[in-house]
């Protein structure tokens, strides 16, 4: 099921995100004082740092609200069609932050990943109530 990779997918991308400041700054990384050379860095790769920490906060509820989703029983097309559109949005949200870093932008594509996740919650929740209804 598409759903599934997608929080996988999701899971991998603060990885992914640190890993082009870490990839660009090849002999300057401190694997023994990751936090401090985090700390030390500016620019794109601090924003990378700082998306990183983004995608953490946000792949929680997305991964729980993708499994309740699918558990309760939800259309699993539009399961699918709803965890490939956050993972782009999540991509969207990460090229904006580091590359032209306007942050209104920034935050309208942050809040579209986000309502997909609230919606896929709904979604979830209103499949829940119709069957103990039934």
Known sequence: MLAIWMILVAALLPV??????????????????????EASLTG????????????????????????????????AVLVNQLAVAFVVARLAYTGVYLAINIGLLRT????????????????AATQAVVDTSV
């Open 16 to 37: 992914g995100t640190v890993g082009l400041a870490k990839m660009s700054a090849l002999g300057s990384y401190d694997h023994t004082n990751s936090r401090q050379w």
């Open 44 to 75: 794109w790769r601090q924003r990378a740092v700082w998306a990183q920490r983004n995608h953490f906060e946000a792949f929680p509820a997305f991964a729980i609200a993708v499994a309740l989703a699918l558990t309760v029983g939800v259309d």
């Open 108 to 123: 309208a594509v942050w809040a579209v990943g986000m309502a997909i996740t609230v919606y896929l919650f709904v979604l």
